[in-house]
């Protein structure tokens, strides 16, 4: 049954998310007080100097913190649907995020061969946190549990499955530190 565009206009009003697939919101993050106002109402928080850009998606932004000076460019997906858990994903300040970036603080469970992965629900939530001033790059994924260092550096395209020391550069697939950034 297709809902009717009075029940749609709700739920996009009231929804934990925001991106292109929510028309009465998405429009206003074409506008920097439009956008700041309303990033402030969805995030548990958001800096009066971060920007959140149109084009970009953040499910479960209840559970999302924005800091400092973070910019969340198109094409990034904030994924911190908790399914009821205060669990979510931190960005600290200064952090650099390329555009493309996808963030989960959880996955499907495929544990039972006979059962549709469709079927079979989701992992415990584990949350992301990235530290301040550390930079990802373009297309990076970032999966459940992780933590990116303060001053670390992601390469563009890596896909990070376990955490990042403070002040090294991973990349790869699965991410791998290849050096220490010295000063």
């Known amino acids: 049954m297709s809902l009717g565009i ?6 996009w009003k009231n929804a934990d998310r925001i991106g292109p697939d929510i028309p009465y ?21 958001f800096d009066d100097t971060a920007e959140f850009r149109p084009g970009a998606y953040a499910i479960g932004c209840s559970n999302i913190s924005i800091g400092r000076r973070c910019v969340i460019r198109p094409g990034t997906m ?11 994903i931190t ?37 992301v946190v990235l530290k301040k001033g550390c930079w990802v790059g373009a297309n990076c994924i970032i999966l459940p549990g992780v933590v990116i260092g303060e001053n670390a550096v992601v390469g563009a395209g890596a896909v990070v499955t376990r955490s990042v020391p403070d002040r090294v550069v991973a990349a790869g697939n699965p991410a791998e530190i290849l050096k220490e950034i010295k000063g």
């Not at 009075?6 to 739920?11: A, S």
């Not at 956008?35 to 548990?44: I, V």
């Not at 200064?94 to 992965?117: A, R």
């Open 6 to 11: 009075l029940e749609r206009v709700k739920f």
């Open 25 to 45: 919101t998405h429009w206003r993050l074409h506008f920097k007080p439009a956008m700041r106002k309303l990033c402030k109402s969805k995030f548990k928080y």
């Open 78 to 88: 904030l994924f911190a649907d908790s399914y009821g858990e205060d669990i979510g």
């Open 91 to 127: 960005i600290e300040d200064d952090v650099l995020i390329g555009s493309g970036v996808h963030i989960y603080i959880s996955n499907h469970k495929f544990d039972n061969p006979e059962i549709p992965i469709i079927d079979q629900g989701h992992n415990k939530p584990k949350g």
